[in-house]
T-cell receptor
């Protein structure tokens, strides 16, 4: 049963703490993405990776970091430098490569809350 | 700079009637457009897409129309059902050397279908 999993569903962060959100896919997709959704707003791109061991900043990368050591995994770390981390975080994947006109498929999301 | 805009934050229709959700874009380089449906606290689900070489694409109760000259697309749902009540996002992508595969999302429109 192919798909994208994100864990945990809810995550609490204390002031000054780094937290890592997990994203795993078994769709054999090359490209993976991280988005942030705030209330009443659309999805904003944080980071994306078109291939293993390579990633690029999206529109709102400040205060976040990622790694792409395996094709299946694209973890996102929310660092203490991110001053407003409370949001719903969504991971997505697509077939990738240099194809255009790609459909992205999303995971169930992680809600991050600051204590 | 909002490249993809959904100017109606909400829409309410009666069950069985047509729902029309609208989306405008500003970037003439966009050539692929998608609609996603999202329930609260869940990831977006892909609904339907359209390439810029077409002006209409149909899938069951869902039809997307693209007017390139007006830079406007719309999603028609006929007939509307209570289970269609959700937030609908339009998204766009375009071919360029720097952003292949990246999607730009609108702010979303909340659809309520009343029984």
């Amino acid at each position: 049963d192919g798909g994208i999993t994100q864990s945990p569903k809810y995550l609490f962060r204390k002031e000054g703490q780094n937290v890592t959100l997990s994203c795993e896919q078994n769709l054999n997709h090359d490209a993976m993405y991280w988005y942030r959704q705030d209330p009443g707003q659309g999805l904003r791109l944080i980071y994306y990776s078109q291939i293993v061991n390579d990633f690029q900043k999206g529109d709102i990368a400040e205060g976040y970091s990622v790694s792409r050591e395996k094709k299946e995994s694209f973890p996102l770390t929310v660092t203490s430098a991110q001053k407003n981390p409370t949001a719903f975080y969504l991971c997505a994947s697509s077939i990738g490569g240099t194809r255009a006109q790609e459909t992205q498929y999303f995971g169930p999301g992680t809600r991050l809350l600051v204590l | 700079d909002q490249q993809v805009k959904q100017n109606s934050p909400s829409l309410s229709v009666q069950e069985g009637r047509i729902s029309i959700l609208n989306c405008d874009y500003t970037n003439s380089m966009f050539d692929y457009f998608l609609w996603y449906k999202k329930y609260p606290a869940e990831g977006p689900t892909f609904l339907i897409s359209i390439s810029s070489i077409k002006d209409k694409n149909e899938d069951g109760r869902f039809t997307v129309f693209l007017n390139k000259s007006a830079k406007h697309l719309s999603l028609h749902i006929v007939p509307s059902q209570p289970g269609d009540s959700a937030v609908y996002f339009c998204a766009a992508s375009g071919v360029s050397s720097s952003n292949t595969g990246k999607l730009i999302f609108g702010q979303g429109t909340t659809l309520q279908v009343k029984p």
